[in-house]
DNA sequence: CCGAATGAG
DNA sequence: CCTCATTCG
């Protein structure tokens, strides 16, 4: 059973030394270099047979379920779950994305960030979700052998993470875009697509939406510091881009394996916030990766650790006086809760070793004059205070 | 012969726990509450009765050697040793440390920079050198019992830093002073004392000494980071001290257990130069710690690790326009060998597992219209370049 | 008093 | 994919 750790630095270490000899071999990359903007179509996943196959009933989203038509008063609501969904865990590794997809067609979240997929997993994905989610995975970048920088970190990445947007009721626009820790020694990436609602009374709302997997261990706390650090600086871009005025909100998240002092040691800018912690800081959903409660995977010794390691951070595009239209919107995050947390009865296993957090937001227009919808949790005071 | 190293740690592991409980029980402290500045005088210390017994024979200082007398122009030299003496290895400790005081008196150093002494090596010190050197530990604090700050280093230390001071060729001036790392776990120490050469020619060019024991291992970087930062603060006051403007150089150094790295973590200022790198940076005395070179210590499981450990900073006091007199002076180093790299023939060891580093100064007087004298070494032309 | 790896809580 | 302590090269 606890062969598990040493598969997980078995396969840490497989890949380390993978991009030391064969930078050049591509095996089975998460890429599109097929220019079809890194989103996964049938037709570009050559190694899918059983895409589209057996397709989940369309879901309807939540998204836009409060949304007037026309040219009513902005409102809508998003649901976003980000979730480790341990693909490096072989065991009742069918078992447990079927229950994933299934937990998703379920709950129809509009926005899903995963981490640790992996091709098998990503085919269980795409057999269930394909009809309802766009699913999106990094490019994998061609290394040139010339390049030593890019031998470092253009192999075959044999984990990664995935943005899943619900074809009802979020679009993609643009291309995603993935951006490589230079000093990963774990493939680390951020995945990033901006995004528009489809509801009419929230189209004008586009949120940037980003997750990544940080560089693990205790170990490695340096380089994850500087990677929160690219990641907040990402952040602060979005949200000044003249380019994509229509982007009101940011969210990146996933499992960034942070211990507290490593957030400030990362300078994280006060302006993005966590967000759990503007919820409240409940305690139902702390610890998202805690061997007390989830005994997926058994430390040897049998110490109990648990740890605060699936975040998700939260940037308001700025309200100046001569901000665009966008400036006024703002998703609004209304409650969070942890999911994940039962046993399948199929094989008495939890989904992942991580719990996931799902995350209900409302859209809001905090101009003056009343609020503009949906922006009545508690979230809605804080941001109050926030806007200028 | 490798119980060593769990000695060490269970030294300082004692240490560490000892502070917890009592730390307001006096046993052997390295102090002197007894106002006489922290200089060890033969009726302070209680507990030596062999002090003064067997003063070694008046040795003559190589400081001031090429002195002028009276009003002629400055010039001296002075030989400055550091050396982590490791008093915690109790093996042939006495054979070891008579060593010590053997080396000392035959190489007549004029500043011995000491650490890791701990009292039977002190009583050892004391018995050869006391005529010939003063000896200067650090002071204690009394701790009290009701402030928990002082609680966590105010208590007996077991092993500390020594200065010595030849007698015949430099002088303290004013009390010694102890600076108690607030977060070390080790009661690490800054120990510094401002010094004046004795000979005529380089008595208004006085020197503010110190030396430290950084805080040991890999684990404790941050730490040391830290107490690093403090050194180049002390260093950067004392340079601008307005109340010693006879103060023209300024030498820290010791154990300082540092990796390259945190020399920039802790952002010592560029005027604060490391004196090996100074002096091109040599390989003879590149590793002070050398596993391959020096078998006092056996890693168990025979690996040969070697750092360098042992540094000596040193900054000049600026020679701003409105600068004082001794702000046209400035010790400049010279050369850098390492000692104690032989084996002792009594019995086969090393007299410590690192081995010290002698560097030797000469007076300088940068002003134009030529050098005042003793600066030609490579030394120089760094300073040149140096000066503003 | 190294750094990487291992083992136990 | 925890922390500490220990082992081993
Ligand atoms: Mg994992
Ligand atoms: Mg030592």
Redesign the pocket.
């Known amino acids: 059973m606890d062969d ?6 078995k396969r840490q ?1 497989e890949q380390y030394q993978k991009r030391q000899q064969d930078g050049t071999e591509q095996t089975e990359a998460p890429a599109d270099e097929k220019g079809n903007s890194g989103q996964v179509s049938a037709a570009a996943a050559a190694d899918l047979v059983e895409a589209s196959v057996q397709d989940a009933g369309a879901a309807s989203s939540s998204a836009g379920a409060s949304a007037g038509t026309g040219a009513s008063p902005p409102s809508g609501s998003l649901k976003l779950v980000t979730w ?1 969904v ?1 693909g ?2 072989e065991g009742q590794i069918q078992l447990r994305h079927t229950a994933l997809a299934d937990w998703i067609k379920t709950h129809k979240p509009d926005i899903v960030y995963l981490q ?1 997929v992996v091709y098998p997993t990503l085919r269980i994905l795409r057999k269930h979700l394909t009809s309802t989610y766009d699913i999106i995975i990094p490019t994998n970048p061609r290394p040139d052998p010339s390049d030593m920088e890019s031998l470092t970190r253009g192999i075959p990445c044999a984990y990664f993470c995935a943005v899943l947007l619900n074809k009802q009721s979020i679009q993609a626009c643009g291309a995603p875009d993935s951006k490589w820790y230079p000093q990963s020694c774990m493939m680390r990436h951020l995945l990033s697509i901006r995004a528009r609602p489809t509801a009419a009374s929230a189209k004008d709302a586009e949120l940037l939406l980003g997750t990544s ?1 940080l560089e ?4 490695y706390k340096n380089e994850r510091v500087n990677q929160l650090s690219i990641v907040a600086t990402n952040m602060e871009g979005w949200l000044s881009d003249p380019d994509t005025p229509s982007v009101c909100t940011v969210i990146v998240g996933g ?1 960034l ?1 942070l ?1 507290d002092p490593e957030v400030k040691a990362a300078g994280v800018p006060s302006h993005i916030r966590d967000v759990w912690e503007l919820l409240g800081k409940p305690d139902s959903c702390r610890y998202t ?1 805690d061997m007390a409660a989830n005994d997926n ?1 058994v ?5 109990k ?1 648990r ?1 605060r ?1 699936d975040r998700l951070f939260i940037g308001q595009r700025p309200q100046g006086s001569a901000s665009p239209p966008s400036g006024r919107y703002r998703w609004v995050p209304q409650s969070i809760e942890m999911v994940g947390t039962d046993r399948l009865s199929s094989c008495g296993r939890f989904i992942s ?2 719990f996931g957090l799902l995350v209900k937001l409302e859209l809001a227009v905090p101009t003056e004059g009343g609020e503009g919808g949906g922006s009545k949790g508690q979230k809605a005071k804080a941001k109050a205070k926030k806007g200028k």
Chains 1, 2 share one sequence.
């Open positions: 598990q750790m040493e598969e997980y630095r270490r480790n341990d490096l865990d640790e997997h693990s261990t205790a170990e499992d394996n211990r990766w995977l430390m040897q010794g049998g110490g650790p740890c390691f070793d991580h």
